[in-house]
């Protein structure tokens, strides 16, 4: 089982907070498709024959790639890769790029779920962001895409926002619940250096909400989505029973992934690898058959730290038996030892040899993850 990852590094303006890989020089896209369609040529051998279970088109924007260019990207994979075992082809795109005629083509390409970037229903905050659309065009958007047949939809949320108070986030929730979407991911602000965002808190013409209301709105977050019934299956993650993003979980499994495009990250098993995050280089180096990349090749505390890292995100946690198997007996008795201290305090559980957060231990889990990483073999 494998996933294939298409990076779309083209974005019509820059998001205030964003710090992906992208441009606004939209000229090269054409190029850029026939680019990616040779990258997924040369690479062919990189999941070494592996089914490919997963599709992820990422941005970046893909919903500005148009008919064609999507359709010589999938014809591209069903080439090289099939796409008969795939279960699931997801498509990230923007509220506004989400026409009437957009979604019926989409409707007609092998994409079974969408993933649309709405962030939040206020609008004054929706400008601020520097967002393309506006509350009313992203609840339309949605509501198009039902029409036209998408029934796993998954919307992008952000909280703590600046002055964002309880009620505006309450707000956000029961709007995002009463769209009926199956999916819902929920990130709390961050402030990356380099970015907009950064800029207007260091000239302090914003100001970033205190910890504690952050975790206030996470608590809301975690309450308002439990009683609507979606599952609580990854820290920022929530969904109704059977939808949660196979590719993305497939991150946290440990499964191999081919990453194709400008800044894309691929991994085997024993290395990652990432493309260089530059246009221009990254569609000459394919072109030109001399792609610009760095590798590393993941040793045993790397691995182990990833292992923990991710698995312990999620709600089933971590097994056990197969960390010890993986990792041996030393890391394993490293991992007890350090989470010893947070089971007596009720912030971590072993249930039927897994190791996972409580409710309390959520709220501090970024804290417990780094104790229990290892910083040496
Ligand atoms: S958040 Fe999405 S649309 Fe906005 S700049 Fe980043 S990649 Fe582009």
Redesign the pocket.
């Known amino acids: 089982m494998a996933g294939i990852y298409l990076h779309i ?7 205030i ?4 890989y ?1 441009s606004t020089l939209l000229k090269y896209r054409g190029a850029y498709v026939g680019v990616l369609c040779r990258e997924l040529r040369q690479r062919k051998e990189y999941l070494k024959g592996e089914a490919v279970k997963t599709i992820y088109l990422g ?3 893909p919903s500005l790639l148009q008919r064609t260019e999507l359709e010589k990207l999938f014809s591209e994979i069903g080439k090289v890769y099939g796409l008969g075992t795939c279960e699931e082809i997801t498509i ?1 795109a ?1 509220p506004d790029d989400l026409t009437e005629h957009y979604v019926k083509m989409l409707a007609t390409l092998p994409v079974n779920r969408l993933s649309i ?1 709405i ?1 939040t229903f206020n609008d004054d905050s929706l400008k601020l ?4 659309h506006t509350a009313e065009e992203a609840i339309s958007a949605v509501k198009r895409c039902q029409d036209a047949g998408f029934h796993n939809i998954s919307i992008d949320l952000i909280y703590g926002l600046p002055g964002e108070t309880e009620v505006q986030w309450q707000y956000d929730l029961e709007q995002a619940v009463a769209l009926g979407v199956q999916h819902i991911s929920a990130y709390s602000l961050t402030y990356e250096e380099g970015t907009a965002l950064w800029k207007l808190r260091e000239k302090q013409q914003i100001q970033e909400v205190e910890e504690e209301q952050s975790l206030l709105f996470f608590k809301m977050l975690m309450d308002t989505l439990k009683s609507a019934g979606f599952e609580h299956y990854e820290i920022s993650n929530f969904c109704l029973p059977g939808y949660h993003s196979r590719h993305n979980s497939s991150y946290w499994e440990d499964i191999p992934y081919l990453g194709c495009g400008a800044s894309a990250h691929s991994y085997d098993g024993i290395s990652r690898q990432w493309n260089v995050a530059d246009l221009e280089r990254y569609i000459q180096g394919i072109a030109e058959g001399t792609p610009v990349f760095e590798r590393e090749i993941l040793d045993l505390p790397t691995r182990y730290n990833e292992f923990v890292m991710t698995g312990l995100r999620t709600a089933k946690g971590i097994e056990l038996t197969k960390l010890r198997q993986q990792f041996g007996e030393k890391l394993f008795r490293y991992l007890l030892e350090m989470a010893k201290p947070y089971i007596d305090r009720n912030c971590l559980l072993i249930t039927e040899n897994r190791l996972h957060f409580t409710e309390s231990g959520l709220f501090i889990s970024d804290s417990i993850i780094s104790d229990l990483l290892s910083i040496s073999d």
């Open positions: 590094p083209f974005c019509k303006k820059r998001c907070y964003c710090n992906f992208s941005g970046g924007t990230e923007n970037g962030q962001l520097n967002r393309r």
